[in-house]
């Protein structure tokens, strides 16, 4: 069983950059994929990055493609969020989260129910 704890949030302006990190207890991490998801206050919570076990695919919702990139380092237990070019609509709690479904394969989900371990969250707020 893996336990997250999300961190790097924080408050910026736009067009500025922020790195989120999620430090994964556990020996099984790089058996699982892992997602990034956020919720604006008083939205629902919503995909925005996946990433395979292996690292080998990647895949992002529309809104962040080409500003966002997630990775991961298994030797550390860690999975990233770089966040370029941030805009005032990223504000959102940011949580990490892990799929168990995909284990060891060339494959992340978008979808929210499969993934059955979650951080605690981090804000990160952009200023216009």
């Known amino acids: 069983q893996v336990q997250l704890v999300e961190s790097g949030g924080g408050l910026v302006q736009a067009g500025d950059s922020l790195r989120l990190s999620c430090a994964a207890s556990?020996?099984?991490?790089?058996?699982?994929?892992m997602g990034w998801f956020r919720q604006p206050q008083g939205k629902e919570r919503e995909f925005v990055a996946a990433?395979?076990?292996?690292?080998?695919?990647?895949y992002y919702a529309d809104s962040v493609k080409g500003r966002f990139t997630i990775s991961r380092e298994n030797a550390k237990n860690t999975v990233y969020l770089q966040m370029n070019s941030l805009k005032p609509e990223d504000t959102a709690v940011y949580y990490c989260?892990?799929?168990?479904?995909?284990?060891?394969?060339?494959?992340?989900?978008?979808?929210?129910?499969?993934?059955?371990?979650w951080g605690q969250g981090t804000q990160v707020t952009v200023s216009s």
């Open positions: 989260a892990a799929d168990p479904t995909y284990w060891r394969s060339n494959y992340a989900s978008r979808k929210i129910d499969e993934y059955d371990r």
């Open positions: 556990g020996r099984t991490f790089s058996g699982y994929s």
């Open positions: 990433i395979s076990s292996n690292g080998g695919s990647t």
